[in-house]
């Protein structure tokens, strides 16, 4: 096949079979699982119906890995796990253990070689991200370092179970928010607050002039003619610092190092147990760029989280917290300014207001 | 779809990118569309002018190109 | 290349507990030299606040329109290891399990053709291989086609699908999600290839209404398991759960339709009234399960904030029979699928997720031209203005 493959440069190889990866208790079990157990917040157990039980360790990883960490994780699931092991949704490398006596080496080796066991239960899951200064041209902040700021000041809620509910923390550098930040308990979003600039004589070689014009959700881009020749200009009123309009055209810069900085948003989720899918709402529009330690940033986090760990009920996440309390006093308690960027103003905006006499007085 | 036509299928896409170069930017899937109305007579079908499309770009004769959504370009060398 | 920098800022970032992705790029230095240029570019972001890559340049591997990110150094002479920093996106193996052996694999590939660093996994659910230049592109693409690995998703085309862990390990998976993000991923390679759509198409698909893989933040089309009988109690365990937990205050109180109450020490469910929406279950995994007629609902047209505002997936389809379905190839599904891409590529205009589509042109234009019937399961409830356009094809 490999040969085959470089002889006739084959395309369209198509996904790989994952049958391929599944350990044996797994091809066993697929289907036939009964319950599972939460034992700590580094390992859970998955109990078959015919009792076989499949241990997963949990670890943090920080998404953007070296070959070396990989043959670290490779290392330890040759020694435990017969070599499986996946990753979740979130980053976290799990180890899928099918002899019970090989979970506590396989987590005293992970500690040994300081590598971050938990994420399991009612925790601060691994916070999901983007690419950041490391890698993206549109970004607003970093990314990674932002993260590890406030996994730094938050790891006692990774490795132990002392919140209400389970916490997940997202992290997006732009607007573009690439993964399900906009839903997230707690979401922390880079955030522009100029208008793009334009290069007139760059834009002319490299943008097309519609698609530019069609990139802006307020309308804020008209035709323009600069030195005779066609150009855009930006209504700078109405412009809301998406940066959809660098997207489509390199000539409109919008990263600006003294303006760009992180939003703080709370209170989303993605699951529908209990309550609906929700959107985060805005709870802080603005923490400038702080680096290399975002304290700003961290304190916020900090805030919050100490507000809904000493208010909620058990079992409630976030926004089922302040839900209950109202907005009101979610910012009487963070004492977070509540300010005009708090009235929503964009397409759905009538329908968030309070239509009714509830008010906590 | 006969040899002769997806060759003039073809020759009529790249052409409208080189003339179109720095110009316009072709959206594969409006110069799809335009193929299709183009090519109408002769009953070609979406799916033809996509396999059109996959020979250019098997050939190099075009790349894709990205900027908030994706278009079709000529090779940087050309 | 491979000139150590100084990293005054970065250097901060290696203390503390958690991971150090510092410490993650300087590994990878150790083995890519490049990289160093890598760490000496990020430690000027944080110096002057601003990222310091160029916007656009092409990248790409012959054949595929999409896979690959272009992404270059805006000071190529200072950091010519980074002149070209292009990732390549890879379709990861369905529920992102793996082996050591191909990891290896890849991490030898990423150190010989690129810059060392990998992601697991990127935001849409790509392995990512980082810091190749075009000239090399081919050569990572070959490599991982030995390991019969193939190009992901980029650009205006369907996004590589991803799925839960599912069936695979766990037991709340209403629907072997494994195998459809498997099956529909090999049936679109040509739409996941060649972008030919007006925007992104993202599918994803979650075995229960956890949505661990936030399909319905996120997807176009999301897949949530779900079923249709009741809820299987063992009442001898609902009486151990008793014991230990207040189970009406934290599962009875709390679900959202109160279709469930103690008949003495008997747990009851009016399961006609139940939601789905998996509380009672997660929080008593070895008393409830869900029932034996499984599928999905299918939610539409979530996304992102650009351009128009995120969305959440709306529900179009309540009960999907995924197990009947796959018997015949999945052909209800691809039909839906393929009226749907048509729709769009007729209606929609340039960088229009569905989504936004369906709120411009308004659900019902979008049901009529799919062949779906509206059902009141679609809205939360209906209309409550009185302006009705009423059209001649009813009585």
Redesign the interface.
Same mark, same amino acid.
């Given at each position: 096949m490999a040969e085959e493959i470089k002889k006739k440069r084959l395309t369209d190889i198509g996904p790989h079979d994952y049958n391929d990866y599944l350990s044996p208790m797994i091809k066993k079990n697929y289907g036939k699982w009964a319950f599972h157990e939460i034992l700590d917040p580094g390992t859970m157990v998955h109990v078959a119906e015919n009792g076989d039980k499949l241990y997963t360790v949990r670890m943090g990883s920080p998404r953007l890995v070296s070959g070396s960490f990989v043959r670290d994780i490779c290392d330890i699931a040759d020694k435990y796990c017969g070599g499986h092991l996946r990753f979740t949704t979130r980053n976290n490398v799990e180890f899928l253990i099918e002899d019970e006596k090989n979970v506590e080496p396989l987590k005293k080796d992970l500690e040994k070689m300081g590598y971050n066991v938990g994420g399991i239960g009612n925790i601060i899951a691994n916070i999901v991200h983007t690419q950041g200064w490391i890698h993206c041209h549109t970004s607003a902040s970093d990314a990674s370092g932002v993260v590890k700021s406030v996994m730094d000041e938050l790891y006692e809620y990774f490795v132990e179970d002392k919140l209400p509910s389970k916490t997940r923390i997202a992290f997006a550098c732009c607007l573009n928010m690439c993964g399900s930040v906009s839903s997230s308990d707690i979401a922390i979003v880079g955030t522009h607050r100029k208008p793009p600039r334009i290069d007139a004589e760059r834009l002319r070689n490299l943008c097309e002039i519609p698609s530019t014009i069609a990139a802006c959700p307020t309308n804020s881009i008209r035709p323009d003619t600069v030195d005779g020749k066609p150009g855009v200009k930006v209504n700078e009123e109405t412009c809301v610092f998406c940066g959809s309009c660098y997207t489509v055209c390199p000539a409109m810069p919008i990263a600006n190092a003294e303006n760009d900085g992180l939003s703080i948003w709370v209170g989303g989720k993605v699951s529908n147990a209990r309550t609906k899918p929700t959107f985060s709402k805005l709870a802080i529009p603005f923490i400038p760029n702080d680096p290399p330690r975002w304290p700003g940033v961290v304190d916020a986090i900090k805030t919050i989280l100490n507000a809904y760990k000493e208010g909620a009920e058990p079992g409630e996440r976030v926004g089922e917290w302040i839900e209950r309390i109202g907005w009101s006093r979610f910012f009487k308690i963070t004492g977070f300014p509540f300010t005009k960027y708090h009235i929503d103003d964009f397409r759905l905006a009538e329908t968030t207001m309070n239509y009714s006499s509830h008010t906590r007085l | 779809m006969t040899d002769e036509t997806k060759k003039k299928v073809e020759d009529k896409i790249v052409g409208l990118v080189k003339e179109y170069a720095g110009k316009k930017r072709f959206k594969p899937i409006d110069i799809v569309k335009e193929m299709e109305k183009e090519f109408a007579s002769e009953g070609l079908t979406k799916d033809d002018i996509k396999a059109a499309l996959k020979e250019i770009m098997d050939e190099e004769k075009l790349v894709y190109g990205y900027a908030g959504g994706s278009f079709l370009a000529l090779p940087e060398n050309q | 290349m491979g000139k150590k920098h100084q990293t005054p $800022?970065?250097d901060?970032?290696k203390?503390?507990? *958690?991971?150090?992705?510092?410490r993650?790029?300087e590994?990878?230095a150790?083995?890519?030299e490049r990289t160093e240029d890598?760490l000496g570019q990020?430690e000027e +972001?944080?110096r002057?606040?601003?990222?310091? *890559?160029? @916007?656009?340049g092409?990248a790409?591997v012959?054949?595929?329109?999409?896979g690959m990110v272009?992404?270059f150094s805006e000071f190529p002479d200072k950091y010519p290891g980074i002149k070209e920093?292009h990732?390549m996106r890879i379709?990861? +193996? &369905?529920?992102?399990?793996? %082996?050591? /052996?191909?990891?290896?694999k $890849? &991490?030898?590939i990423?150190?010989k053709y690129a810059g060392?660093?990998?992601?697991? @996994?990127?935001?849409?659910?790509n392995i990512q291989v980082?810091g190749m230049s075009q000239a090399e592109a081919e050569d990572v693409f070959?490599a991982v086609?030995? $390991?019969?690995?193939?190009l992901g998703g980029?650009? +205006?085309?369907l996004r590589t699908p991803?799925c839960? &862990?599912g069936?695979?390990?766990?037991?709340f998976?209403n629907y /072997?999600t494994?195998k459809i993000c498997?099956d529909l991923?090999?049936e679109y $390679?040509?739409e996941l @290839?060649?972008? &030919?759509? %007006?925007?992104k198409f993202k599918l994803k698909f979650s075995g229960c209404?956890?949505?661990?893989?936030?399909?319905?933040?996120?997807s176009d089309l999301a897949f949530?398991g779900t079923w249709k009988d009741k809820i299987k109690i063992n009442q001898d365990e609902v009486k151990n759960y008793v014991k230990k937990l207040n189970v009406q205050k934290?599962v009875l109180d709390?679900?959202?339709t109160k279709c469930m109450w103690f008949e003495g020490e008997k747990l009851v469910i009016d399961d006609e009234n139940c939601?789905?929406?998996?509380?009672c279950i997660?929080?008593l #995994?070895?008393a409830l399960?869900s029932g034996d007629e499984k599928g999905a609902s299918i939610l539409i047209g979530a996304k992102? #904030?650009?351009?128009?505002?995120?969305r959440?997936?709306m529900m179009l389809v309540p009960f999907y029979d995924i197990n009947e379905d796959a018997k015949n190839d999945y052909e209800w599904l691809k039909g839906l699928i393929s009226n749907m891409w048509e729709f769009w590529?007729e209606y929609g205009?340039?960088?229009e997720r569905i989504g936004e589509l369906i709120g411009r042109v308004g659900l019902n234009t979008f049901l009529e031209g799919i062949g779906l019937e509206p059902i009141p399961e679609m809205v939360g409830h209906p209309r409550s203005n009185p302006f009705i356009k009423f059209t001649e094809d009813e009585d």
């Open positions: - | - | $800022l970065l901060e970032l203390k503390g507990k *958690w991971i150090s992705f510092v993650e790029i590994r990878a150790e083995k890519s890598l990020v +972001s944080y002057d606040k601003v990222n310091h *890559w160029k @916007h656009g092409m790409g012959k054949s595929y329109g999409a272009g992404r920093c990732s379709i990861p +193996s &369905a529920g992102f399990f793996y %082996n050591s /052996d191909f990891l290896r $890849l &991490a030898d990423s150190e060392g660093l990998l992601n697991f @996994h990127g935001a849409t659910g980082l070959q086609a030995e $390991l019969g690995f193939d980029s650009g +205006s085309d991803s839960c &862990a069936q695979a390990r766990c037991e998976a /072997d494994m498997h991923t090999e $390679l040509d @290839h060649r972008p &030919a759509f %007006n925007y209404a956890n949505d661990c893989v936030a399909s319905a933040a996120r949530i934290y709390k679900c959202p939601v789905k929406c998996m509380h997660n929080v #995994p070895k399960r992102a #904030p650009l351009v128009t505002g995120p959440m997936g590529d205009v340039s960088r």
